[in-house]
Nanobody, 118 residues
Framework: QVQLLESGGGLVQPGGSLRLSCVAS????????MDWYRQAPGKQRELVAS???????YYADSMKGRFTISRDVARNTVFLQMDSPKPEDTAVYYC????????????WGQGTQVTVSS
């Protein structure tokens, strides 16, 4: 079992930056993958980025070079750094965990709204 709590969302202007945080209730080493997803109105939820328990990262093509996923293991926290966001990045961003203790259960945070607008 793991609880996830996102924070850091809000209004950001194009060309600005924003850092989202996700605090997990257990060690990140016990979770196979921590992920960021997003869902915009009228669209399906999509994977943004992932970081494995070993620190390997993955990015969706449209996010490469603009977003960075990282972690603070001591604080059980995963971050999503959003640089030069675009209006089309506006969405609810969700933290996700899968593979807790080598299982296949998955868990979701409640989401944090990111709005990119001038």
């Amino acid at each position: 079992q793991v609880q996830l709590l996102e924070s850091g969302g809000g209004l950001v202007q194009p060309g600005g930056s924003l850092r989202l945080s996700c605090v997990a209730s257990r060690s990140l080493f016990s979770i196979n993958s921590m992920d960021w997803y997003r869902q915009a109105p009228g669209k399906q939820r999509e994977l943004v980025a992932s970081i494995s328990s070993g620190g390997s990262t993955y990015y969706a093509d449209s996010m490469k070079g603009r977003f960075t996923i990282s972690r603070d293991v001591a604080r059980n926290t995963v971050f999503l750094q959003m640089d030069s966001p675009k209006p089309e990045d506006t969405a609810v961003y969700y933290c996700h965990a899968i593979g807790v203790l080598a299982g296949d259960d998955n868990y979701w945070g409640q989401g944090t709204q990111v709005t990119v607008s001038s």
